[in-house]
């Protein structure tokens, strides 16, 4: 099974920590976003098999990010990890295709369990 995972966060320091979790558990970091707008245009070129996004970014913000991905691939799966915890933005980003959001500070742990337990429930569902 492919893992292969575009990671979006406006600070550099943020993608480093996912990217690094992410690597440990066995994924590849196909490319690195700074916003939602060029994760979206990210997404299209290198058609990755999983998205982290933060929400709160410069330009496009994440949920803008989520919904130019999700018109674009509606099976696509993005996991929202951003500091805001507000219920209202996770249930937005929720309804808008996101299959789960990450509150940051996170345990590498949470985030490789996330997106393990993700991807394999993707993988199943599109056989």
């Known amino acids: 099974m492919s893992k292969r995972i575009l990671v979006c966060d406006d600070s550099m320091l943020m993608r480093k920590i996912v990217a690094d979790a992410l690597v440990e558990d066995g994924w590849e970091v196909v490319g690195e976003a700074g916003n939602g707008a060029q994760a979206a245009e990210m997404y299209q070129e290198l058609k990755p098999d999983a998205v982290t ?3 709160v970014m410069p330009e ?3 949920i ?3 919904e130019v991905i999700m018109k674009f691939d509606p099976n696509a ?3 929202m990890v951003s500091a805001i915890s507000k219920t209202e933005l ?3 980003a929720i ?3 996101a299959q789960d959001f990450i509150v940051k500070p996170f345990l ?3 985030l490789q369990e996330t997106m393990t337990r993700i991807i394999n429930a993707h993988s199943v569902n599109a056989s």
Do not use: N
Request: aromatic share 4%; proline share 5%; glycine share 14%.
């Open 64 to 66: 803008h990010g989520l």
């Open 90 to 92: 996770i249930s937005d």
């Open 108 to 110: 590498p742990e949470l």
């Open 95 to 97: 309804r808008k295709g």
């Open 60 to 62: 496009y913000d994440g």
């Open 77 to 79: 799966v993005v996991v």
């Open 53 to 55: 996004m933060d929400i």
